[in-house]
């Protein structure tokens, strides 16, 4: 478990102090996928390197597995970060290093025997599926399998914590979800808690149980990522959901309507009913699909439709309210009733 409590982190600079987080105070369970999305300077990287100490917090605490980092110092603090793993966007590779070279270089700072050490990056190499790999440069390999090589060496030393900084915004998108759903199978066999800053609403609502929004240093929001999916309070959350579920239907399309537009949402089992369909029959209305899309989010369905809906507007009105019976939200976005 990660315990961040009022932390803060002021950078001097030569025009003044710098705020890079503001007072964060998040709990991040064992064994999670935890995802902190923010659009750039929002403070992510920082919070993130302040988490193994690799920025010292200007006030606040750290603790991971119940030691308190921010108090520790020197050898105490190079062996408490040995259990915290971390992966980059840029990877980090030694060059003039083999596959297996850099692999093993993590262990050397463990201070493993020579046999015990062989034997774990031909281990690490199998996990992460560049046990071919051993003997070749970082500059013969591809993104994904140069940032494989960066998850191999961040768990050499079984990591309780795998930190992990926009570790897909390098890579395609096909590459990105390859590399997700490794860190995800790490995540549910090494019961590792994972950690990870992101731009993309993507990488969150692919893999991570839990998420939080950051702007300005603070915490704007967190949850599960299915609740903040369905139900978002802030209007930077609603805008990097939207970058993921959108709604864009062209505007002479919209022009024409003549009805109400609304945005239905199901939640869980109910997205498969045909409660839009039970409307349309006992309420004399008609409705017309102009979207629609199911999302799974964490495996639940979450189902969206915007329709454009005709008739009396107290029909319509009963509509709404029937379909809200059934546990769907509606908001009337055009031609209002
Ligand atoms: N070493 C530093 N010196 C001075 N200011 C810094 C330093 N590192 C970060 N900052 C500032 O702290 C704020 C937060 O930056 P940070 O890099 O943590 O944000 P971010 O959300 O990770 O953005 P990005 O994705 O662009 O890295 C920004 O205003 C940034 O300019």
Do not use: W
Request: net charge negative; glycine share 8%; with cysteine.
């Amino acid at each position: 478990m990660i315990r961040i409590e009022n932390l803060s982190k002021d950078y001097k600079t030569k025009t003044g102090l710098v705020t890079g987080v503001d007072n964060v105070t998040l709990t991040i369970n064992e064994g999670e996928i935890f995802g902190i999305v923010g659009y750039s300077g929002a403070g992510k990287s920082s919070l993130l390197r302040c988490m193994n100490l690799l920025e010292q917090p200007t006030s606040g605490d750290i603790e991971v597995d119940g030691l308190n980092l921010t108090h520790l110092r020197g050898e105490k603090l190079r062996q408490a970060r040995l259990k915290i793993g971390m992966i980059f966007q840029h990877f980090y590779l030694i060059s003039q290093k083999t596959v297996g070279e850099n692999v093993a270089f993590a262990l050397k700072a463990a201070k493993r025997p020579k046999e015990e050490s062989a034997k774990r990056v031909d281990e690490l190499l199998d996990m992460v599926g560049l046990a071919d790999k051993k003997d070749v440069y970082p500059a013969q390999l591809s993104g994904g399998q140069k940032q494989r090589v960066g998850i191999a060496r961040a768990l050499a030393n079984n990591p309780s914590v795998l930190l992990c900084d926009e570790a897909t915004s390098a890579l395609d998108p096909n590459t990105t979800l390859s590399i997700l759903r490794l860190l995800k199978k790490i995540n549910r066999e090494l019961n590792i808690t994972i950690v990870l800053i992101t731009h993309e609403m993507n990488v969150v609502k692919e893999i991570c149980d839990r998420m939080a929004v950051m702007q300005d240093g603070k915490v704007i929001e967190e949850g599960e990522v299915y609740d903040i999916f369905s139900d978002p309070k802030t209007d930077l959350t609603k805008e990097f959901i939207s970058s993921v579920v959108s709604f864009d239907v062209p505007q002479p399309i919209l022009d024409a309507c003549t009805g109400s537009i609304i945005k239905v949402q199901f939640k869980g089992a109910v997205a498969g009913e045909g409660v839009i369909t039970d409307t349309v029959q006992h309420f004399d209305v008609k409705g017309n699909f102009l979207h629609g899309t199911i999302e799974y989010i964490q495996e639940k369905p979450l189902g969206l439709f915007l329709m454009e809906i005709e008739g009396q507007p107290d029909n319509i009105r009963r509509a709404i309210t029937y379909m809200e019976g059934r546990g769907a939200k509606v908001e009337v976005i055009q031609n209002g009733i």
